[in-house]
């Protein structure tokens, strides 16, 4: 009796360190996402050293400390992914009297194009976006790639629909006309669409270190952003079509 004890706490913490997950050490499986996700632990280290970046910028604006003073604990802002958090009010933003469910989301501010911070198959994203509601349960995921062709693209809407049929379409616009691609796999709603960005209102600004300089890559490279979303199905009416900022927009259904 006391072994199965034993055996079952030991299979729980293992089950518990499974679901924790940070953005950055951990790579998210997207294809097999569980929707018992811990957002807050996924983001929790970038805003402590965000926190603690910002404490230190003031120390040493201040005259109070100097870089020096904080040794290896200095944060810089390479150090970490600028993430910020917004309470929203899906389907009611402009009338807080109403609010059927009541989120937050958490953005990334900050990332680097071709870092790994999830996959669907062979495809990588490098900026994750997630809501949750207010007591903690997960509303929807927004990842996103940036590449220089449309191959990534179609291979990933190639393999998914070998894997689960044809997908929903869903024609939109925003600046241009665009396609959403979805299915419902099990209890989640995945979506993708691709979108062209030829950089016109966009500086982008590559930093190459060369000795401790930092020089701006101005040159405008036209680039296919894919974005890949994953919605828990219960809040699928409720958020498609929701929101208007960020990458939320290309999230409809018709």
Same mark, same amino acid.
Request: charge should be negative; charged fraction near 30%; include cysteine.
């Given at each position: =009796?006391?072994?199965?004890?034993?055996?079952?706490?030991?299979?729980?913490?293992?089950?518990?360190?499974?679901?924790?997950?940070?953005?950055?050490?951990?790579?998210?499986?997207?294809?097999?996402?569980?929707?018992?996700?811990?957002?807050? @632990?996924?983001?929790?280290?970038?805003?402590?050293?965000?926190?603690?970046?910002?404490?230190?910028?003031?120390?040493?604006?201040?005259?109070?400390?100097?870089?020096?003073?904080?040794?290896?604990?200095?944060?810089?802002?390479? @150090?970490?992914?600028?993430?910020?958090?917004?309470?929203?009010?899906?389907?009611?933003?402009?009338?807080?009297?109403?609010?059927?469910?009541?989120?937050?989301?958490?953005? =990334?501010?900050?990332?680097?194009?071709?870092?790994?911070?999830?996959?669907?198959?062979?495809?990588?994203?490098?900026?994750?976006?997630? =809501?949750?509601?207010?007591?903690?349960?997960?509303?929807?995921?927004?990842?996103?790639?940036?590449?220089?062709?449309?191959?990534?693209?179609?291979?990933?809407?190639?393999?998914?629909?070998?894997?689960?049929?044809?997908?929903?379409?869903?024609?939109?616009?925003?600046?241009?006309?665009?396609?959403?691609?979805?299915?419902?796999?099990?209890?989640?709603?995945?979506?993708?669409?691709?979108?062209?960005?030829?950089?016109?209102?966009?500086?982008?600004? @590559?930093?190459?270190?060369?000795?401790?300089?930092?020089?701006? @890559?101005?040159?405008?490279?036209?680039?296919?952003?894919?974005?890949?979303?994953?919605?828990?199905?219960?809040?699928?009416?409720?958020?498609?079509?929701?929101?208007?900022?960020?990458?939320?927009?290309?999230?409809?259904?018709?």
């Amino acid at each position: =009796m006391r072994m199965n004890k034993i055996l079952t706490t030991l299979v729980l913490a293992i089950l518990c360190t499974a679901c924790t997950k940070k953005i950055g050490k951990d790579k998210l499986d997207l294809e097999n996402f569980s929707l018992s996700f811990n957002v807050d @632990d996924f983001y929790a280290d970038e805003i402590a050293k965000e926190k603690t970046y910002e404490s230190q910028i003031v120390q040493i604006y201040n005259d109070k400390k100097k870089e020096e003073d904080f040794g290896d604990d200095l944060v810089t802002m390479w @150090d970490f992914f600028s993430i910020t958090t917004d309470t929203i009010h899906i389907g009611h933003f402009y009338d807080d009297e109403k609010n059927d469910i009541v989120g937050i989301d958490y953005t =990334m501010g900050s990332w680097r194009v071709n870092d790994s911070l999830a996959y669907y198959n062979k495809m990588y994203f490098e900026k994750i976006n997630i =809501m949750k509601t207010s007591d903690d349960d997960f509303i929807a995921l927004a990842a996103t790639n940036e590449s220089y062709g449309v191959e990534n693209f179609e291979n990933l809407l190639h393999y998914i629909t070998s894997k689960h049929g044809e997908p929903k379409i869903t024609e939109d616009k925003f600046y241009d006309d665009y396609y959403l691609y979805s299915w419902l796999i099990d209890n989640n709603l995945v979506a993708i669409t691709s979108t062209h960005d030829n950089k016109n209102n966009t500086l982008n600004l @590559d930093l190459i270190i060369n000795k401790g300089n930092a020089n701006p @890559d101005t040159v405008k490279k036209p680039t296919v952003n894919t974005r890949l979303f994953v919605v828990n199905k219960k809040y699928k009416d409720s958020i498609t079509g929701q929101q208007w900022s960020g990458d939320w927009i290309y999230l409809k259904l018709k």
